[in-house]
């Protein structure tokens, strides 16, 4: 693996620590609804306080056009403090005066989080000036960001060249679990590959075939390939448009020696709705007034016994759709069962993407997989083998 420089290449005591953190979490009428970006970060920022460092907490949240109330960092630094139940002070801006007097006045173990780094138009810019303002408040960057380092940001990246930078534990913990699957893979090699369309993931397809001993196709996207077999998939999701787009794709995995897996059976419906009557049918079969939900049975079964002949599996997408009950079925017993094999010692299994994360948290296999990323676009870039700006700039030439 190639290098990176680590928090155990410093000695950050009595240092300012500008922590790239990724403290763009779900919050719901003021208040954070999913903590685990914040869990995940924790042990970095309490490392480094307790070393004596002082953490100065920088983060962007949504996309605001212009500073507004409503995308604060405020309420989140609240919360991160209840995470890791210490005192974290707040500053309203993340450049100039009152953000330097901040910092100037911070102790040792002090935790500081600075205001939206994406009220400033230069942050995602890239602006000099604007990275050189934040520079301006640090002795050394960490990017314990992973989630966001696909943006080539003042914050994200801009930092990387103006001071000396590192990476976080939880970086750390995510390159390290990203080259046990892609680079450096125990083989076989499975990937599983969801979601609604296929359209957005053409590029992580042509990069995972050549990669990948098998490749697994769930989810709405299954259909396009079913359709571009001639099967009739009624009123499911598919971009029929793309058929002749999923021939290739299944042309080059032919060439490539990659296995693909396709759903057998379908559990279908009359409507998209949790509850609607349904019913499991070999995907020949599928009724023109009916639309594909989930993968059937069957499928199931031969997913489990692909995953029982791999040593790694990378997982992307849920295979139906699993906001619904009960079509959340599949990838829940597809999940249950990937985790049984990891806990035994059998598969290395890393997963990621929001909704793969969301799919895999109700199934409750998150913590028996040995990684699952909070990251969604930027493992999505990562997984269509591109280099992401704020990983690049912490590598050791
Ligand atoms: C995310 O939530 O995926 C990251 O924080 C990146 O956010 P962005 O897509 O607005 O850059
Ligand atoms: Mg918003």
Redesign the pocket.
């Known amino acids: 693996m190639s290098r990176f420089r680590t928090l155990d290449e410093v000695d950050v005591r009595g240092k300012r620590v500008l922590l790239r953190v ?1 403290l ?1 979490v779900p919050v719901g009428e003021g208040e954070v609804s999913d903590g685990t970006r914040i869990e995940r970060m924790a042990p970095t920022i309490l490392e480094i306080a307790d070393k004596g460092g002082k953490v100065i907490l920088l983060s ?1 949240f ?2 605001p056009k212009a500073p507004n109330p409503k995308d604060s960092l405020k309420p989140v630094a609240a919360q991160v403090a209840c995470i890791i139940k210490r005192p974290v002070a707040f500053v309203e801006d993340c450049v100039g005066e009152n953000a330097e007097a901040a910092v100037r006045a911070m102790k040792p173990g002090d935790i500081l989080c600075l205001e939206n780094t994406r009220f400033h138009a230069g942050e995602e810019k890239n602006d000099p000036a604007f990275a050189a303002a934040l520079a301006r408040l640090g002795d050394i960057w960490v990017n314990d ?1 992973f ?2 380092s ?2 080539a ?1 003042a914050s994200t990246e801009g930092l990387g060249h103006l001071l000396p930078a590192y990476a976080g534990r939880a970086m750390q913990a995510e390159l390290a679990a990203f080259h046990r699957v892609l680079d450096a893979p125990q083989r076989p090699l499975a990937a599983i590959v969801g979601g609604a369309k296929v359209s957005t993931k053409l590029e992580l397809l042509g990069n995972l075939i050549p990669r990948v001993d098998v490749l697994i196709i769930g989810g709405g996207m299954a259909n396009t390939f079913l359709a571009a077999q001639g099967k009739n998939v009624g009123k499911s999701l598919c971009e029929h448009e793309l058929a002749g787009t999923a021939r290739d794709i299944l042309a080059k995995a032919r060439a490539e020696d990659c296995e693909i897996v396709l759903p057998v059976d379908a559990v279908t419906a009359g409507k998209f709705e949790a509850n609607a009557p349904s019913r499991v049918v070999p995907v020949n079969d599928v009724g023109s007034d009916e639309m594909i939900l989930d993968i059937g049975p069957r499928t199931v079964a031969y997913v489990v016994s692909v995953l029982a002949r791999v040593k790694t599996l990378v997982w992307n997408g849920p295979f139906g759709a699993f906001e619904l009950e009960p079509f959340d079925i599949g990838t829940i017993e597809v999940a249950e069962a990937a985790a049984e094999l990891t806990a035994a010692g059998k598969i290395v299994a890393v997963a990621g993407g ?1 909704d793969t994360v969301a799919a895999l948290n109700a199934a409750g296999v998150t913590e028996r997989l040995t990684y699952v990323s909070a ?4 493992f999505l870039e990562w997984m269509e083998g591109k280099a992401l700006p704020g990983v690049e700039v912490l590598r050791i030439k």
Not at 375 to 378: E, V
């Open positions: 990724d763009n962007h949504d996309r960001a989630s966001v696909h943006r940001h929001g990251a969604g676009g930027a």
